[in-house]
Structure formats: structure tokens, C-alpha cells
Nanobody, 124 residues
Framework: QVQLVESGGGSVQAGGSLRLSCAAS????????VGWFRRAPGKEREFVAA????????PYADSVKGRFTISRDNGKNTVYLQMNSLKPEDTAVYFC?????????????????WGQGTQVTVSS
């Protein structure tokens, strides 16, 4: 069955960096897009970044553009989210998700499987 397992979360001070990983299994990873979302306390889940099947298209939310970088290693069935210049408002549970097609989008309906999430806490 499809599984997505996030790792790499933790606590960091503002201005610091973290690298999240998401290991996928149970499907042909290289055939599908993948995305990162987050849910902050008391807020709705929101789109962070996505990658098409080959990494050729990588849209970002405006709030993270220039600070976060999504990348994927199809040989390792893993997608990464490098987060730099972290801010307290980046505090959230971060989820990775499998896209329904090769090209992924910002809206959650374009994804069909989700990981359990990893907590990121940024202190000021």
C-alpha cells in the first residue's frame, strides 16, 4: 500500500534551517508529482510547495518563496523540503502528499495520499 513517512522536523530558532524528508513507498514514485503542505495551530492546512514527477515544475506558496526549496530523488523515492531563514509563523505540522498525476498543483484535491506529518517549531 502507499505510504509516505516524513522526518526531519524539530525545534529551531528564528533564522535557522531545517531539512524535511519524505520517504515514499508502495507506488512508482517517479510517475507522480508530490507536494508539501502545513497546518499551523488553529489554522487550515495550506499549500507550501510541490514538485512535478521530474522536478521540472516546482511551484511555491508566496509565504515561503525564496526561503524554501523542494527537491526530489527518484532513485531514493524521497522528496525533500529545505527550509532556510525560518520564521515563527512557519511553526506547523508539515505533511507530504502524493499527487494524482505527474503534474501537481496547490489545491489539496490534486493529492490522494498523505503522510502523518512532522512538527516544526520556530521560536523567536
Amino acid at each position: 500500500q502507499v505510504q509516505l513517512v516524513e522526518s526531519g522536523g524539530g525545534s529551531v530558532q528564528a533564522g535557522g534551517s531545517l531539512r524535511l524528508s519524505c520517504a515514499a513507498s508502495g507506488y512508482t514514485f517517479s510517475n507522480y508529482g508530490v507536494g508539501w503542505f502545513r497546518r499551523a495551530p488553529g489554522k487550515e492546512r495550506e499549500f507550501v510547495a510541490a514538485s512535478s514527477w521530474n522536478g521540472g515544475s516546482t511551484p511555491y506558496a508566496d509565504s515561503v518563496k525564496g526561503r524554501f526549496t523542494i527537491s526530489r530523488d527518484n532513485g531514493k523515492n524521497t522528496v525533500y523540503l529545505q527550509m532556510n531563514s525560518l520564521k515563527p509563523e512557519d511553526t506547523a505540522v508539515y505533511f507530504c502528499a502524493k499527487g494524482k498525476t505527474r503534474i501537481t498543483y496547490w489545491y489539496s484535491a490534486s493529492y490522494d495520499y498523505w503522510g502523518q506529518g512532522t512538527q516544526v517549531t520556530v521560536s523567536s
